[in-house]
Structures are given as structure tokens and as C-alpha cells.
């Protein structure tokens, strides 16, 4: 009879001298918690369930809508209207009947997210908004919890690992403030291929299993990007910041809730706009990091180059006379720049719409 038992289950792992049976034994003894049952926790939850993680979460308050299944490939057709978090608890069960598997219909939010929290040792940030990715960043750095998380846009994936205990970085210590939702696409809006997802979140599992194992190279002070229309990969050094208000030397309260639209005019500028004599009045400046400006320099504009990472508030004067003109890879980063600029009180400040992928 064709052995099912549970050493012959994780056997070609175990054969590998990184994980053997201690490791399994780690593994088995692990607790994660998966928030995002989409795109990218389909992928990290089969993957974390058949490499023998033996208590998953899987936090999502969604129902199966069917311009999802693209590229949540853990459901079927026939899902459709269901609760995706009790559907992929169902469905990894039947993957691993050795693991121990809870569904949670609800959100996360701010008076329950460390509830949650104490009771995983990691945590995959699996989500698609802002708000969610602020929520669990904090709450890692406050409760000491490991946190993988990921993003995607379109053909591009990003992913890193926040390990508080380890001294490394938060996505505060590069982007204090969380971006208001909507000033960057989400996948209903810009659409993503489903692959992408697929990928950052197979990566995910792979950056948990790593951590449970104590295996070196976890992407841990590190961001790495990846692009899949042309292989380019990109490693971010991702330093702790001192002054980071939530895991810098003072952390101070961080606003929860999105600051509503402040009523901003003309904050972004078409290319099409930019006639030599427009150009004159503005000086441009590419706020990409060393690594964007070095792969694809900015040659079509005159420029200055400060990166985003290096901003403070006092960077630009405001002598009320020159108009800046901000300029990032997509105009994402530039458009959240410019507003937060505004906001501070420099109100000659421009994103350029679309980037340099728009000078194309
Ligand atoms: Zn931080």
C-alpha cells in the first residue's frame, strides 16, 4: 500500500541537511498567520500548509468574486460568492491533513491587530491597501512579530522582511506617512497579471520558511524588486531610520486613518504640457533612488537628481519664484511626495504624471 504517513509526506524536504527532521519539527511547531487570502496569500498559503507549517491562520473578511480567480488560483469557478478565508482553509486541510488551520471572516484592524498578532510567531502581509499594510507594519514593530510582506503592481513585484527583533527596518523608516489610498492603482483599477501575485507570493513562503529555519538570507534591511516583462531585479538596501516614528529612537503615535483629499489643483503636469517655455519655469527634479537613476537615466529632462529616500522637509526652498517639478519612475512616489510637500506648506511643488516610463 502507497505510504500516506506524515514523514513520507514532507520526505524530499527533510532530505535536504538546511531543514532534516529538526527542522521539520520547527516547522510543525510554527505558527503564521496569513492576512489576505487574494493573490498573493493563495500561493504563500499552499506552499506554507505543504511545507508542514503546523498552525496557519488565514485572516480575510472577502467572499470569491470572479474577476479574482485570475490569479487566486487556490479557488475553484464554483466558489464564487463563498468566504474566501473559510474556503482556503478548506482547501489547504485537504493539501495537509498533519497542520491545524483557522479561518477569520473578519478584518484586521487597529483594535484587534495585536490580538492577532500574540498569538502567530510570524506574520505575511498579504494584503492590497495601505491602510491594512501601516496597520500590520506597526503592530509587527509594537509586538516584536516578524513580518513578510509584499506588494505588486502590474508586472512588478516587491517584497521584504521586517524583523523588529533583529533590528531592521519598517516601511516607516523609508515612507513615514501611510500614502492615501487611491494615489497608487490598485489591481481593480491598474490591473496586475496574475503571475506576479503568484510569484511575490510564493516568495513570501519561501522568506517564512527560511526564518523559521534560521536559514541565512532573508531579506531582512533588504527590499527587493522584481520586474517579470524583463527580469530586471533590483536589491534595496532598506536601513533602520533613527528618526522613524514608530521604530526610531522617539516613536511617536502614528495616525491611523487616512488624511481625507486635501483640494489640490494642478499638482500633476501631462508631459504633453512641458513646452520648452513651460520648462523654463520649472526645475525638474528625479526623486528615484541611485539604483532606478544608474539603470535608466533621465536624459530626455534637465534635472536634478535628489532621491526620495534622502527628502526632508526642508530640502526644497520656497523663495516663491521656482516651481518644482517632481519626477519618479510611474509618478507615484512623486504624486504622494508633492502632496506631502504641500501639505507642509511648499506649494510650488508638481509631480510629473505618468514618470520617466511616460517620456517613452
Ligand atoms: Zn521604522
Known amino acids: 500500500m502507497t505510504p500516506r504517513d506524515e514523514a513520507t509526506y ?11 527532521i529538526d527542522g521539520q519539527q520547527k516547522l510543525k511547531k510554527s505558527r503564521v498567520l496569513v ?14 500548509a505543504a511545507a508542514g507549517v503546523g498552525t496557519i491562520g488565514i485572516c480575510d473578511a472577502d467572499r470569491l468574486d470572479a474577476s479574482n480567480l485570475h490569479r487566486q488560483v487556490l479557488y475553484h469557478y464554483r466558489d464564487i460568492g463563498e468566504p474566501k478565508a473559510e474556503l482556503a482553509a478548506q482547501r489547504i486541510r485537504e493539501l495537509n491533513p498533519f497542520i491545524t488551520v483557522t479561518a477569520y471572516t473578519e478584518r484586521v484592524h487597529a483594535d484587534n491587530a495585536r490580538a492577532y498578532f500574540d ?3 510570524v506574520v505575511l502581509d498579504c494584503t492590497d491597501n495601505f491602510e491594512s499594510k501601516y496597520l500590520l507594519n506597526d503592530t509587527a514593530v ?5 513580518l513578510v510582506q509584499a506588494g505588486v503592481y502590474k508586472f512588478e513585484g516587491q517584497i521584504h522582511v521586517c524583523d523588529p527583533a533583529e533590528g531592521t527596518g519598517c516601511l516607516r523608516c523609508l515612507w513615514p506617512e501611510t500614502p492615501e489610498e487611491g494615489s497608487v492603482g490598485s489591481c481593480a483599477e491598474v490591473g496586475v497579471l496574475g503571475m506576479v501575485p503568484g510569484l511575490l507570493g510564493t516568495m513570501q513562503a519561501t522568506e517564512t520558511v527560511k526564518l523559521i529555519l534560521g536559514l541565512p538570507g532573508v531579506l531582512r534591511g533588504a527590499m527587493l524588486l522584481i520586474n517579470l516583462l524583463n527580469y530586471r531585479v ?10 522613524c516614528p514608530v521604530c526610531g529612537n522617539a516613536p511617536q503615535p502614528v495616525r491611523r486613518t487616512p488624511v481625507p483629499n486635501d483640494p489640490v489643483t494642478e499638482l500633476e503636469v501631462e508631459i504633453a504640457a512641458l513646452t520648452p517655455d513651460a ?6 527634479i528625479d526623486i528615484r533612488e541611485a539604483f532606478e537613476t544608474q539603470a535608466r537615466p533621465l536624459t530626455e529632462l534637465p534635472c536634478r537628481e535628489i532621491p526620495m529616500s534622502q527628502f526632508a522637509a526642508d530640502t526644497l526652498a520656497d523663495d516663491g519664484k521656482v516651481k518644482y517639478l517632481l519626477c519618479c519612475a510611474h509618478g507615484v512616489r512623486s504624486r504622494n511626495l508633492a502632496l506631502a510637500l504641500r501639505r507642509n506648506g511648499l506649494q510650488q511643488v508638481y509631480s510629473l504624471k505618468g514618470g520617466v516610463a511616460a517620456l517613452e
Open 10 to 20: 514532507y520526505s524530499r524536504q527533510t532530505v535536504l541537511p538546511e531543514v532534516g
Open 35 to 48: 492576512v489576505g487570502a487574494g493573490g498573493l496569500g493563495c500561493p504563500a498559503l499552499q506552499f506554507l
Open 119 to 121: 498569538q502567530y510567531d
Open 142 to 146: 509594537q509586538t516584536n512579530t516578524p
Open 234 to 243: 533590483h536589491r534595496m538596501a532598506f536601513p533602520k531610520n533613527p528618526a
Open 279 to 284: 520648462l523654463r519655469e520649472f526645475s525638474v
